[in-house]
């Protein structure tokens, strides 16, 4: 017996039907830090957004050099980067969304940015 199959939602509201409230994750706006991120020499959502949309900044190079030199270099260290690739951009919508969190997020990077500092050789 074969599954039925699942009714397209509407794009548009039909009248007499609840709307449902977008979720935080999904308001997004054109110009969100995530494109920004992408634009360069490859995602890093997360410390994109929480130093700004300057991409040139120490700790987000630190970290992609990082993500280049060794990450990629093994199975474990592809399997985090391709589940930070799909999950990542979450983190960074909120963060702009939430500005109030990027001191934070800036201090929980910290360590690890002076950990892929001493591992690259920087």
């Known amino acids: 017996m074969s599954k039925p199959k699942r009714r397209h939602q509407p794009a548009f509201h039909v009248p007499g039907r609840k709307k449902r409230r977008k979720r935080w994750y999904e308001r997004g706006d054109s110009d969100c830090c995530c494109i920004v991120g992408e634009v360069f020499d490859g995602p890093c959502f997360v410390a994109t957004a929480a130093h700004g949309d300057d991409a ?10 990082y993500r280049d030199q060794r990450l990629a270099r093994t199975y474990p260290g592809r ?28 201090a929980a990077l910290a360590p690890l940015v002076a950990y892929a500092r001493t591992r690259i050789g920087r």
């Open 79 to 106: 399997v985090f980067t391709k589940v930070y690739y799909r999950y990542g951009r979450y983190g960074a919508r909120f963060l702009r969304t939430f500005p109030v969190f990027k001191p934070v997020v800036r």
């Open 56 to 65: 040139t900044a120490e700790p987000v190079r630190t970290l992609r050099a």
